[in-house]
């Protein structure tokens, strides 16, 4: 029996994930998404395009892979509707090859409204949602009042009214105004589209497939950091990010995961409120930013950046079990003539190295390891033989501190821009 192969951010989201897909999906019989939903941006580019996935797994790409969207994932039927018609547009027809999970749960235009109204609510207590409805919707399936996939089979338009009530009767109790019959009406006609698609008992077609021999990868949407149970609460995202969450949402036992691919940035990204102990605040961190090209996927917003911080990379990658490394954005440092590594955390005048139960900038200082940097455009290279002598120890520095080697690295944002390291075992 076949084993299913994760791949996982390692920071606080944006760190690649859908171009890594894309690249690995040619060792794969099927690419699946175990969680999150549409605030999650994967932006994959080839030939001279440039397309983002919200919730559609980003092995859609090559041809003839089954593609699952799998029960742990919320899914707004609107803005699938937008996301599957613009790859059909070019020339991606998913409705053979894309399957989506019964047991996933749908984001109602009241999710939305009610995400706005409680972030209204905060006030300076802000969090930075994406305003998408991604926490209404998994408070809905955790309440057990939630809608899913296979609720559009059976008495829908009954479920969904009490849904709605129960949600304006707290949008009320806010105090909060809104127009929904647009979007409500848009959100319908979108139910129909939904529905021309392979709805399935995800659990039982995936486990099926593992007996019949097929290869499986997992792709995970935002990052460790991110995690609703491990990472920097409160400002995280409301599903589990780490591996043990591909079990849940995908309903995968633990004995069949096989490799964990662990992806993260060769420099550090935040968006969106929250701790962020390595963040620069000065003309460096804007020089990472402008070069990476750092603002979301989805939302546009400007990232915050900084170095990279091996404390959270360490609890991460024990989170999850990694296996195998993935750094990505190496050449964004091309022209630093100095890199930094933060190695531990002075807390109270205490140095630190595992990550504390609450993280706070304001009482953290990060400890630094300075190398020399590589100075060179990467851009072009082709194989490890052209690192420079400077990259090559930056390297060997992250796979001593982290214990696990780094299999890829990325030197651009195309597909063909990725460099395999050493053979496999």
Same mark, same amino acid.
């Given at each position: 029996?076949?084993?299913?192969?994760?791949?996982?951010?390692?920071?606080?989201?944006?760190?690649?994930?859908?171009?890594?897909?894309?690249?690995?999906?040619?060792?794969?019989?099927?690419?699946?998404?175990?969680?999150?939903?549409?605030?999650?941006?994967?932006?994959?580019?080839?030939?001279?395009?440039?397309?983002?996935?919200?919730?559609?797994?980003?092995?859609?790409?090559?041809?003839?892979?089954?593609?699952?969207?799998?029960?742990?994932?919320?899914?707004?039927?609107?803005?699938?509707?937008?996301?599957?018609?613009?790859?059909?547009?070019?020339?991606?027809?998913?409705?053979?090859?894309?399957?989506?999970?019964?047991?996933?749960?749908?984001?109602?235009?009241?999710?939305?409204?009610?995400?706005?109204?409680? $972030?209204?609510?905060?006030?300076?207590?802000?969090?930075?949602?994406? %305003?998408? %409805?991604?926490?209404?919707?998994?408070?809905?399936?955790?309440?057990?009042?939630?809608?899913?996939?296979?609720?559009?089979?059976?008495?829908?338009?009954?479920?969904?009214?009490?849904?709605?009530?129960?949600?304006?009767?707290?949008?009320?109790?806010?105090?909060?105004?809104?127009?929904?019959?647009?979007?409500?009406?848009?959100?319908?006609?979108?139910?129909?589209?939904?529905?021309?698609?392979?709805?399935?008992?995800?659990?039982?077609?995936?486990?099926?497939?593992?007996?019949?021999?097929?290869?499986?990868?997992?792709?995970?949407?935002?990052?460790?950091?991110?995690?609703?149970?491990? %990472?920097?609460?409160?400002?995280?995202?409301?599903?589990?990010?780490?591996?043990?969450?591909?079990?849940?949402?995908? %309903?995968?036992?633990?004995?069949?995961?096989?490799?964990?691919?662990?992806?993260?940035?060769?420099?550090?990204?935040?968006?969106?409120?929250?701790?962020?102990?390595?963040?620069?605040?000065?003309?460096?961190?804007?020089?990472?930013?402008?070069?990476?090209?750092?603002?979301?996927?989805?939302?546009?917003?400007?990232?915050?950046?900084?170095?990279?911080?091996?404390?959270?990379?360490?609890?991460? #990658?024990?989170?999850?079990?990694?296996?195998?490394?993935?750094?990505?954005?190496?050449?964004?440092?091309?022209?630093?003539?100095?890199?930094?590594?933060?190695?531990?955390?002075? #807390?109270?005048?205490?140095? !630190?190295?595992?990550?504390?139960?609450?993280?706070?900038?304001?009482?953290?200082?990060?400890?630094? !390891?300075?190398?020399?940097?590589?100075?060179?455009?990467?851009?072009?290279?082709?194989?490890?033989?052209?690192?420079?002598?400077?990259?090559?120890?930056?390297?060997?520095?992250?796979?001593?501190?982290? $214990?696990?080697?780094?299999?890829?690295?990325?030197?651009?944002?195309?597909? $063909?821009?990725? #460099?395999?390291?050493?053979? $496999?075992?």
């Amino acid at each position: 029996m076949k084993k299913v192969d994760v791949l996982l951010g390692l920071q606080w989201g944006d760190e690649g994930k859908g171009k890594v897909v894309d690249v690995l999906t040619p060792n794969y019989d099927v690419v699946t998404r175990f969680q999150g939903g549409p605030n999650a941006g994967h932006t994959l580019e080839f030939k001279g395009e440039k397309y983002v996935l919200r919730s559609i797994p980003s092995g859609i790409f090559q041809g003839g892979k089954v593609n699952v969207i799998g029960n742990g994932v919320v899914l707004d039927p609107l803005l699938f509707q937008q996301e599957a018609e613009a790859l059909a547009a070019s020339g991606h027809d998913l409705t053979k090859q894309l399957y989506i999970s019964k047991k996933a749960h749908l984001i109602l235009p009241t999710h939305r409204i009610l995400d706005a109204a409680y $972030e209204a609510a905060k006030g300076k207590g802000k969090i930075g949602t994406t %305003g998408k %409805g991604i926490g209404p919707t998994y408070t809905d399936k955790i309440s057990r009042n939630g809608l899913r996939v296979g609720d559009l089979l059976n008495n829908f338009e009954e479920k969904y009214a009490a849904a709605k009530a129960r949600h304006e009767a707290i949008l009320q109790s806010l105090n909060y105004t809104y127009d929904i019959t647009e979007l409500e009406s848009q959100w319908f006609a979108a139910l129909e589209y939904l529905k021309k698609f392979n709805l399935i008992d995800s659990e039982h077609v995936l486990n099926h497939y593992l007996k019949e021999g097929k290869t499986i990868l997992a792709e995970g949407a935002q990052g460790t950091m991110l995690d609703i149970d491990f %990472g920097s609460y409160p400002f995280v995202t409301s599903s589990n990010t780490i591996c043990a969450g591909c079990c849940t949402g995908l %309903g995968i036992a633990p004995r069949n995961i096989g490799d964990v691919y662990g992806i993260f940035k060769a420099y550090c990204t935040r968006v969106g409120s929250g701790p962020f102990p390595t963040e620069l605040f000065d003309e460096t961190g804007a020089t990472i930013r402008r070069i990476g090209h750092e603002f979301g996927a989805v939302t546009g917003r400007e990232r915050r950046c900084g170095w990279i911080d091996l404390v959270a990379l360490k609890y991460a #990658i024990m989170l999850n079990g990694v296996t195998k490394l993935i750094m990505m954005k190496s050449d964004v440092l091309d022209g630093f003539e100095t890199v930094k590594a933060c190695v531990a955390y002075k #807390i109270n005048g205490e140095e !630190v190295s595992e990550f504390p139960f609450e993280i706070n900038d304001d009482a953290i200082e990060p400890v630094y !390891v300075e190398m020399p940097g590589w100075n060179a455009d990467m851009t072009q290279m082709k194989s490890e033989d052209e690192f420079p002598e400077e990259f090559n120890a930056y390297l060997a520095f992250l796979e001593e501190e982290l $214990e696990v080697p780094i299999k890829i690295v990325s030197v651009g944002p195309d597909r $063909e821009q990725t #460099i395999i390291r050493y053979t $496999e075992e």
